[in-house]
C-alpha cells in the first residue's frame, strides 16, 4: 500500500493507495513507500515515470552516490534518520527521489520523523507548498526529533549521576551505572551521526540552486539548528566520559578494599604461622615441649599476635 499525500486548501491530505488506477486518479506532490513490493515500485514507475532501484536503501551504498542529480533533473538523496523508540537506538536508511515537482521517499521501517510531519501538517495549512517543503519540513523535523532525544539523554545522564555520586557505591550500582552510560554513549553516537548526514543532504539541498529565496533561509536556519546540536553532543560525550571516569573509579576503589582486607589478613596470620612452625620443629631440647601449659601458652600467644595487628590496623583505620 502507497501512502499518497496531495495539498488541498493549504493541508496535506493523506490517502492509501490499494491498486494503480486510484494512483492515476491524484496529483502528489509526495509519495512515501514503505517497504515497497516490486509490484508496487512498478506502479509508480508506470504513473511517475520513475525507477526505484533494488539497492535503493541499501546500507552499503558508496558514499558517493548518496546525493547526486540526473541529467534529467531528478534529484536523488540517501539520508540516515533517528530511531529512539523503546530503549532502542538506530538509524534507519530513507531513499528520496524528487522528479517532476514529486517527492518520493523509500524506507523499510516506520519513522517518527514522517509521523511528525504527517501531524504538524494536517493541523497546520500552509505549511507545505511544494514537494521541496516536504523534503525540508522532514530534515527539520529530524534535527527537532534529535534535540528531544538529546534532552532524554541529559535527564537518564542525571540519573546516573544520581547514583555514581553518592556516598558509596557498591558493585551492583557501579554495574547498572554503566549499562546505562554505554545506552546513552550509543544514543549520542549515533545522534551525532544522524545530525552528521542531516547536515550533509541540507547543504546538497543549498548547492544544488532549486531552492527559492524562502526554502533556502530555512535550509540555513536548519543548519544552525544542527551547529547547535553538535556542541550539545560534545557536552555530553565529555560528561559520558566523565561518568565513565568516575563509575570506574569507584569499582577500582571498591577493589582496592577487598584486596586491602586480603593483604591485612595475610599480615596478621604471619605471627602465628611462625609461631607454629617453631613448635613444629622437630628438635629435641625445646623446654617447652615437656612444659605442662606450654600448649595452652602456644595458643594464647597466636591468638595475641593475630587480635594486636588487627588492633593496630583499626586504630590506624585501615579497615574501614
Known sequence: MLNVFTLANGRLVQ??????EALSQVQPVWVDLEAPTPE?????????GV?????????????????Y??????????????VDEDDTSRNV???FILHNKVLFSIHDHDLPVFRLLRLRARRMPGLIEDAKDVLLKLYDADA???????????????????LVLKEEVNDTAAAEALAAIAREEDLNGRIRRNVMDTRRAVSFLMRSRLLNAEQFEEA????????????????????INFLMDATVGFININQNKIIRIFSVASV???????????????????????????????????????????????????LK
Open 93 to 95: 536508511r530513507v531513499a
Open 15 to 20: 490517502q492509501e493507495i490499494d491498486r494503480p
Open 69 to 82: 542529480e540526473e541529467d534529467n533533473g531528478e534529484l536523488h538523496i540517501r539520508s540516515d534518520f533517528l
Open 268 to 318: 596478621a596470620l604471619l605471627p602465628p604461622t611462625l609461631i607454629a612452625s617453631i613448635y613444629g620443629m622437630n628438635f629435641e631440647h625445646m623446654p617447652e615441649l615437656q612444659w605442662e601449659y606450654g600448649y595452652p601458652f602456644s595458643i594464647a600467644l597466636m591468638a595475641m599476635t593475630v587480635i594486636a595487628p588487627f588492633w593496630y590496623f583499626r586504630k590506624k583505620g585501615w
Open 144 to 162: 527537532e526529533y534529535s534535540a528531544d532525544s538529546l534532552e532524554g539523554i541529559y535527564d537518564s545522564l542525571e540519573k546516573v549521576s544520581g
Open 51 to 67: 525507477s526505484i532501484p533494488q539497492d535503493v536503501v541499501d546500507e552499503d551504498l558508496e558514499e558517493s552516490a548518496r546525493f
Open 40 to 48: 508496487e515500485k512498478g506502479w509508480i514507475a508506470g504513473r511517475f
Open 220 to 239: 540555513r536556519q536548519i543548519m544552525r539548528d544542527i551547529d547547535s546540536l553538535d556542541s550539545h553532543t560534545a557536552f555530553l560525550f565529555d560528561k
